[in-house]
């Protein structure tokens, strides 16, 4: 393949690894893997999914709820609160699919109520621990308020939440104790709601990484999973040989005085997220492609990033191997973020993967 410019490549081998690893931790927990679509935003790469036997997508957006249905999805749970100026686009969405929607408060729930005729499941989102956004289990009187809203065109089919208190340096009995307290939230909220054949959705990458027994789970929804990442693997979620994308960077300059390789590849190719694991900030992890794909074996770090530039801080050695025109491989730190600043990706067979623009919708 002819690479010119800043190119995503995804291994479609790793993806399919990672998703029936995925899959088969839900199916021994007699649940369903949704994952979410955010991290991969691609028809392409969702018929992978498909193939592997996943059915059910999770999304962020109505507009990417909209692209997915268009490839044939037809059970999306939009995993962001429900915002009334979308309601329009909302209601024309839900004569086509399975649409489920999440609910945050009973503010919104009335909304939804009057503006929204086309059946509509719902979830209400809790607050497991993140405080982003979601009910306090504690704030009984807005769950109460919510139940009494129950009655309606639309259907209520269960408890959300994303434990994202996990995207730290995580070890498995962390993750257990979040996860406990998680279930212990999602018991709490049920009972004030009254209600005891809601499903339980409950995703993020790290705790589905590195649990097991997901013990009064329905649904897993974990996202970043199917690509990781660089701090996926700081979290201890994932090892290098894992990341199934690592984004292929020409070098044009060389700065041996100081010990740097400028690439072309800067903060509009991977954002700003970076990793300091040891006091240092790390912007990628560099390392050796091939003919086949790419090394896993770290060769050098992105020290800094500007707009369209990335300073890599080189050893001699490194720096000797190198010349202006090379391509490097940067394994990007957050690969969610790096895959939604890509306009496609390519497949080391060559194959170029379409992806979800908010242009086109």
């Known amino acids: 393949m002819k690479i010119t410019k800043p190119t995503l490549l995804v291994d479609e081998q790793k993806v399919r690894k990672n998703v029936r690893m995925m899959l088969e931790k839900a199916k021994s927990?007699?649940?369903?893997?949704?994952?979410h679509f955010k991290t991969h935003h691609s028809a392409d790469i969702a018929a992978w999914l498909r193939e592997e036997g996943v059915t059910k997508a999770?999304?962020?957006?109505?507009?990417?709820?909209?692209?997915?249905?268009?490839?044939?999805?037809?059970?999306?749970t939009i995993a962001f609160p429900y915002n009334p100026l979308e309601a329009e686009e909302v209601e024309q969405l839900a004569k086509q699919i399975t649409l489920n929607v999440t609910i945050v408060s009973?503010?919104?729930?009335?909304?939804?109520?009057?503006?929204?005729k086309a059946p509509i499941n719902y979830f209400i989102k809790v607050d497991v621990g993140t405080h982003r956004t979601g009910i306090l289990?504690?704030?009984?009187d807005e769950i109460?308020?919510?139940?009494?809203?129950?009655n309606s065109e639309h259907k209520l089919v269960g408890l959300l939440a994303h434990a994202g208190h996990t995207y730290q340096p995580m070890t498995?009995?962390?993750a257990e104790k979040v996860f406990s307290e998680s279930i212990k939230a999602f018991d709490e909220v049920k009972s004030i709601v009254g209600k005891e054949d809601l499903i339980i959705s409950y995703g993020d990458t790290p705790s589905c990484s590195l649990l097991d027994d997901f013990a009064g789970v329905n649904e897993l929804r974990p996202g970043n999973f199917v690509f990781y990442d660089i701090m996926q693997q700081y979290f201890n979620s994932c090892s290098l040989e894992e990341i199934a994308v690592c984004m292929a960077c020409p070098v044009v300059a060389i700065h041996a005085d100081r010990n740097e390789v400028v690439v072309f590849g800067g903060a509009v190719h991977f954002s700003k997220d970076f990793i300091a694991p040891d006091g240092n900030r790390s912007f990628g992890t560099v390392v050796q492609l091939s003919e086949t794909g790419w090394d896993s074996e770290p060769i050098a770090h992105v020290d800094r990033l500007s707009q369209e530039h990335g300073i890599i801080k080189a050893s001699d050695e490194l720096i000797k191997s190198l010349k202006i025109g090379d391509l490097v491989g940067i394994l990007p730190v957050h690969s969610c973020l790096t895959a939604d600043l890509q306009g496609y990706y390519v497949s080391l067979a060559g194959q170029r993967l379409n992806k979800f623009n908010k242009a086109d919708v």
């Open 58 to 76: 999770t999304v962020s957006s109505v507009d990417m709820a909209k692209y997915f249905a268009k490839a044939g999805w037809d059970d999306i």
């Open 172 to 174: 498995k009995e962390k």
């Open 144 to 150: 109460g308020h919510i139940a009494q809203s129950l």
């Open 137 to 140: 289990p504690e704030l009984t």
């Open 29 to 35: 927990n007699g649940a369903e893997l949704r994952p």
């Open 106 to 116: 009973k503010e919104a729930l009335v909304h939804l109520n009057q503006h929204v």
